[in-house]
T-cell receptor, first 116, second 113 residues
Framework: GAGVSQSPRYKVAKRGQDVALRCDPI?????LFWYQQALGQGPEFLTY????????KSGLPSDRFFAERPEGSVSTLKIQRTQQEDSAVYLC??????????????FGPGTRLTVT | AQSVTQLDSQVPVFEEAPVELRCNYS??????LFWYVQYPNQGLQLLLK??????LVESINGFEAEFNKSQTSFHLRKPSVHISDTAEYFC???????????FGAGTILRVKS
């Protein structure tokens, strides 16, 4: 079956530009997570949705980062006025909530963002 | 706050040799522990997990990990590695099952023939 998909796979932005990264979770998955993976590091949590509700955004590094999931399915991570330190791979994962079957987080292939 | 330490950034090993990838965590509460694997040019995949019960957990491809609460460790082992095991391995912890994961920095396993 279809897994988590992300687009674009690669994005090059000039410093100061706004970018939007898209995540299509596995159909029916209620929970959706965004992680940021800098070069040579493990993924770091950014934000978490359950359906359309953003339950945790404690990992967003600044107010330039904004995520939404308006219909409880597709999610978009937006970064305004990109900076060089935003260069990273952005990972999306989806799962069922705890107690509702397999809660494993399934990860997408990521979007590699390079800010020049 | 939770944290995960993977002590080795790279582990080179010859094919058919045993391997251990080390993982230590810190948390003030009970945790759930995971190992994820990332093969070249692929996304993260769950390898195995510890939720409760038996402290030794196994994967379908011969890896195993043992939860040691007193040493706050969850080391990953395989008695005989294959070339195809070459990948980056991430240890992760969660305080609430089904919620956000805290990852270590990863260990690159390079299996040589």
């Amino acid at each position: 079956g279809a897994g988590v998909s992300q687009s674009p796979r690669y994005k090059v932005a000039k410093r100061g530009q706004d970018v939007a990264l898209r995540c299509d979770p596995i159909s029916g998955h209620v929970s959706l997570f965004w992680y940021q993976q800098a070069l040579g590091q493990g993924p770091e949590f950014l934000t978490y949705f359950q359906n359309e509700a953003q339950l945790d955004k404690s990992g967003l590094p600044s107010d330039r980062f904004f995520a939404e999931r308006p219909e409880g399915s597709v999610s978009t991570l937006k970064i305004q006025r990109t900076q060089q330190e935003d260069s990273a791979v952005y990972l999306c994962a989806s799962s069922q909530p705890a107690g509702q079957g397999v809660e494993e987080q399934y990860f997408g292939p990521g979007t590699r963002l390079t800010v020049t | 706050a939770q944290s995960v330490t993977q002590l080795d950034s790279q582990v080179p090993v010859f094919e058919e040799a045993p391997v251990e990838l080390r993982c230590n965590y810190s948390s003030s509460v009970s945790v759930y522990l995971f190992w994820y694997v990332q093969y070249p040019n692929q996304g993260l995949q769950l390898l195995l997990k510890y939720l409760s019960g038996s402290t030794l957990v196994e994967s379908i491809n011969g890896f195993e990990a043992e939860f040691n609460k007193s040493q706050t460790s969850f080391h990953l082992r395989k008695p005989s590695v294959h070339i195809s095991d070459t990948a980056e391995y991430f240890c992760a912890v969660s305080e609430v099952y089904g919620n956000k994961l805290v990852f270590g920095a990863g260990t690159i396993l390079r299996v040589k023939s």
